[in-house]
């Protein structure tokens, strides 16, 4: 199998990190009003995320906010799925600024990587 180095490729999955995070914050927004929200979780050795949902709720007995765990199923089928990062199903190794990723993995998502520098190495 054939791996490449892609110059300066560490710098493309952060400019896309911080591009999904405004898609992320949109999201939220949409189901912001019942008071839901979730946590993704990539378990070690996991191919695809997990999402937790939690429910804000006051406590009483604390007279604070909490939230509240609700479950790995969505709370309200009201609520459209959450998107999803083009690199969590991806595995990649980030050497300093740069990422080492076999063909299979880079073909997923080599549109990210136009314009970067790439070379094949011997792994």
Do not use: H
């Not at 996991?46 to 937790?52: L, N, S």
């Not at 609700?70 to 083009?86: V, Y």
């Not at 993995?105 to 011997?122: H, I, Q, S």
Request: hydrophobic share 30%; net charge neutral.
């Amino acid at each position: 199998m054939r791996t490449f180095l892609i110059v300066d490729g560490n710098k493309k999955v952060k400019e896309y990190e911080k591009e999904f995070q405004g898609i992320m914050r949109e999201y939220k927004k949409t189901y912001r009003g019942w008071g839901y929200t979730f946590k993704k979780v990539m378990p070690k050795g996991a191919t695809k995320p997990y999402y937790y949902w939690y429910k804000w709720e006051y406590n009483p007995d604390t007279q604070n906010n909490v939230w509240t765990y609700i479950g790995k199923e969505k709370p309200s089928t009201e609520i459209p799925d959450p998107p999803i990062s083009r690199f969590d199903e991806v595995v990649f190794q980030v050497v300093g600024e740069n990422i080492m990723i076999t063909e299979d993995e880079l073909t997923k998502v080599a549109d990210l990587f136009e314009g970067c520098m790439k070379f094949e190495v011997n792994v």
